[in-house]
């Protein structure tokens, strides 16, 4: 069990019998009043976030969650198709809604990551409930205008097409064939490789 005060960033807890991730804690206290925990949690099956303030007599259970490398295939009709490293022949599909909107545009096939399951104590292998991207991905550019003169004072960017199909903001020295690095959270442009 973790106190109100022990509930901070990148933990997972149990709340209200689902798991969540904590993406940010603020512990405070009011004038004379006893301090508070002010957390802001996203649902790692529904992906909902919300705000939630713990006290000092609270205490929630730490999520089990482990993870499991997987390989990711292809996608059909919003449908994310995954497979065991392991053992091709286990395949199955998440939703884009488990994955996340800014994740799903960088996922190229074959690519392994690492699948996040929660154990809830009923069944015997637990329940996928999401995917962690590495944080930084190397993706070809393979549609870039080529550079303009003009205004490049303040560092001016282009819009590129990557081989996922993404679009990301770059430098204009970006061509067409270059390899970026993307960070996978925030889905912005890094570095060229």
């Not at 089990?64 to 295939?73: F, N, Q, R």
Request: charged share 30%.
């Amino acid at each position: 069990m973790l106190e109100y005060s022990e509930i901070t960033e990148r933990k997972y807890i149990v709340y209200e019998d689902e798991p969540w991730e904590v993406i940010d804690s603020h512990v405070f206290r009011k004038q004379q009043r006893k301090p508070v925990n002010a957390t802001k949690l996203r649902n790692l099956i529904t992906g909902r976030i919300t705000e939630v303030s713990f006290h000092v007599s609270d205490k929630v259970e730490e999520a089990d969650i482990s993870k499991k490398e997987v390989k990711y295939l292809y996608v059909n009709k919003g449908e994310f198709w995954f497979c065991d490293v392991k053992d091709p022949s286990k395949r199955f599909e998440l939703p884009e809604v488990m994955i996340g909107e800014t994740a799903a545009k960088f996922l190229k096939p074959n690519t392994i990551v690492d699948a996040l399951i929660f154990d809830d104590g009923k069944s015997d292998e637990g329940k996928i409930i999401g995917l962690k991207l590495p944080i930084k991905m190397d993706l070809k550019v393979v549609e870039a205008h080529p550079a303009t003169k003009g205004n490049t004072a303040q560092g001016a960017s282009k819009a590129v097409v990557l081989e996922t199909g993404a679009e990301i903001q770059v430098p204009m020295f970006i061509k067409e064939g270059d390899t970026v690095r993307i960070n996978t959270e925030t889905g912005q442009y890094t570095d060229r490789v």
